[in-house]
């Protein structure tokens, strides 16, 4: 089946510092790629939809020049949260669409990264 | 508004059958997928009904009426491992999924 993966799987940071995540389909192409956030016992929230070669697609109220997306080839996307603050704590989940499949079809996720901030 | 209904919590023993159900009302409506999710995990993909009717796939079946917005995932022959969070999703017209809020269910023995 299709995977996706992500790196780091957890980090700890200082206040003010930028991270980094990744967000690889490893067996598929995906042309779309989205990032969400989970709290604990919260519902997924789609943060924003990213496609290869363009500009990503935010979700009101969230910031773009904080969480930065590129999406930068059909396998890779990257989520930069800059200056990073202890309200951004939250576990970041992306999820990639096989480009082989149809726009309805299934959502292939990340095992997701906790991010802690200091 | 888009809204996704499902219960917060439900408890069921092991090797016994349990319904989980989920109402939406979204803009428009592309499929209703069901999602697996252990916590401190991420989601894991269970099912996707685009169709009126019942979807069989090993011990978990998925259930879908358009007319009612209503679906219902059913687990039968429970295992200790399936205490999990289930999340109901509708992909409405835009292609998005509109998250419910979670089932969290536990198993006894």
């Known amino acids: 089946g299709a995977v996706v993966s992500q790196h780091p799987s957890w980090v700890i940071c200082k206040s003010g510092t930028s991270v980094k995540i990744e967000c690889r389909s490893l067996?598929?192409?995906?042309?779309?790629m989205f990032w969400y956030r989970q709290f604990p016992k919260q519902s997924l929230m789609l943060m924003a939809t990213?496609?290869?070669?363009?500009?990503?697609?935010?979700e009101q109220g969230v910031e773009k020049d904080k969480f930065l997306i590129n999406h930068a080839s059909l396998t890779l996307s990257t989520l930069t949260v800059t200056s990073a603050h202890p309200e951004d704590s939250s576990f970041y989940i992306c999820?990639?669409?096989?480009?082989?499949?149809?726009?309805?079809?299934?959502?292939?996720f990340g095992p997701g990264t906790r991010l802690t901030v200091l | 508004g888009q809204n996704i209904d499902q219960p917060t919590e439900m408890t069921a023993t092991e090797g016994a059958i349990v319904q989980i159900n989920c109402t939406y009302q979204?803009?428009?409506?592309?499929?209703l997928f069901w999602y697996q999710q252990h916590a401190g995990e991420a989601p894991t993909f269970l099912s996707y009904?685009?169709l009126d009717g019942l979807e069989e796939k090993g011990r978990f079946s998925s259930f879908l009426s358009r007319s009612k917005g209503y679906s219902y995932l059913l687990l039968k022959e429970l295992q200790m491992k399936d205490s999990a969070s289930y999340l109901c999703?509708?992909?409405?017209?835009?292609?998005?999924?509109?998250w419910g809020a979670g089932t969290k269910l536990i198993i006894k023995p």
């Open positions: 999820s990639a669409r096989d480009n082989l499949a149809g726009v309805t079809d299934t959502q292939y």
């Open positions: 067996d598929f192409q995906a042309t779309t």
């Open positions: 990213s496609n290869e070669g363009s500009k990503a697609t935010y």
């Open positions: 979204t803009s428009g409506f592309n499929g």
């Open positions: 009904n685009v």
């Open positions: 999703a509708s992909m409405d017209s835009n292609y998005q999924l509109i």
